[in-house]
T-cell receptor, first 112, second 116 residues
Framework: GENVEQHPSTLSVQEGDSAVIKCTYSDSASNYFPWYKQELGKRPQLIIDIRSNVGEKKDQRIAVTLNKTAKHFSLHITETQPEDSAVYFCAASRDSGYALNFGKGTSLLVTP | DGGITQSPKYLFRKEGQNVTLSCEQNLNHDAMYWYRQDPGQGLRLIYYSQIVNDFQKGDIAEGYSVSREKKESFPLTVTSAQKNPTAFYLC???????????????FGPGTRLTVL
């Protein structure tokens, strides 16, 4: 089955700096790659996703890049703010209706 | 994601007891999923269902059972056979065809189960 690896497991940055989280996947048939943000005790919330027909997608301070050849994708957060502090999960899946395979998460701390 | 609900929010169970976690959605989604979350482990798939009256085992199905008698509902039973059931359980749903948001999974608020 699919195996998604996520790095780093913890990340601490100063407010205003950029943060980058990287994931690799094993199943070449995967074609959907979402990123979720989860605050303590709450449900995961989708923040951005990318499909295999594009290499990059951006939404304000958040961007995701995908390299299908190398089977890796990354989340980039620019101008970080303290409210960006949370656990971030990457995931990968095949066609619609298939379950997501999650990475183990990255705990991001943004210090003022 | 306000259209998917889970109950109860907190649940305490004695060892040896079965317990059922509720998950309901009014989003008209075809697919529903159950994940288990442990500290530092990410989310692991227990069961999923793409259509009513059909479901598939995930990576950690042992000790769990599900049913999908209605499109809106996907209850999860944690049986006494599950050796370490204390965890945060998350239900999710998604559409399976058409539109630009297919595959996007919407999560419920979760149920925190503690075995005493």
């Amino acid at each position: 089955g699919e195996n998604v690896e996520q790095h780093p497991s913890t990340l601490s940055v100063q407010e205003g700096d950029s943060a980058v989280i990287k994931c690799t996947y094993s199943d070449s048939a995967s074609n959907y790659f979402p990123w979720y943000k989860q605050e303590l005790g709450k449900r995961p919330q989708l923040i951005i996703d990318i499909r295999s027909n594009v290499g990059e997608k951006k939404d304000q301070r958040i961007a995701v890049t995908l390299n299908k050849t190398a089977k890796h994708f990354s989340l980039h957060i620019t101008e970080t703010q303290p409210e960006d502090s949370a656990v971030y999960f990457c995931a990968a899946s095949r066609d619609s209706g298939y379950a997501l395979n999650f990475g183990k998460g990255t705990s991001l701390l943004v210090t003022p | 994601d306000g259209g998917i609900t889970q109950s109860p929010k907190y649940l305490f169970r004695k060892e040896g007891q079965n317990v059922t976690l509720s998950c309901e959605q009014n989003l008209n989604h075809d697919a529903m999923y159950w994940y288990r979350q442990d500290p530092g482990q990410g989310l692991r798939l227990i069961y999923y269902s793409q259509i009513v009256n059909d479901f598939q085992k995930g990576d950690i199905a042992e000790g769990y059972s599900v049913s999908r008698e209605k499109k809106e509902s996907f209850p999860l039973t944690v049986t006494s056979a599950q050796k370490n059931p204390t965890a945060f359980y998350l239900c999710a749903s998604s559409i399976t065809s058409g539109g630009s948001s297919y595959n996007e999974q919407f999560f419920g608020p979760g149920t925190r189960l503690t075995v005493l």
